[in-house]
């Protein structure tokens, strides 16, 4: 039997969609302490409200129920936890160019040899 992920999952998911438990749960039909206390494993929703959850977030109901988490070491950090220069490193980043991209890459890759 697949091991069950949905807690984990469903902050995840509802994070990266940029939901409150309040927005969510309006969007189902709950409160967002309901939605709470799925997120904490201290109660399950229905296999119905599952399938709202699902839609409202836009992925599968397996992946939300069955997706194994990322391991820290895979997790990307919350924008707010990075230094200023880490943010102004990000932002540089996104608007370059994929050859500019490929050059620094190199140079950083054969720095930290």
Wanted: proline fraction near 4%; avoid cysteine; hydrophobic fraction near 40%.
């Amino acid at each position: 039997m697949k091991d069950i992920f949905f807690a984990e999952n469903l902050k995840r998911f509802r994070e990266a969609k940029g939901l409150t438990k309040e927005e969510l749960g309006s969007r189902i039909g709950v409160t967002g302490a309901t939605v709470g206390l799925w997120e904490s494993k201290k109660n399950e929703p229905r296999m119905g409200k599952v399938q709202l959850i699902a839609g409202v977030l836009d992925v599968g109901v397996d992946d939300l129920l069955f997706s194994e988490p990322p391991t820290e070491q895979g997790k990307l950090p919350n924008m707010d936890e990075l230094s200023e220069i880490k943010k102004r490193g990000i932002k540089a980043i996104l608007e370059m160019s994929d050859d500019d991209l490929e050059l620094i890459v190199q140079l950083m890759e054969k720095n930290l040899k």
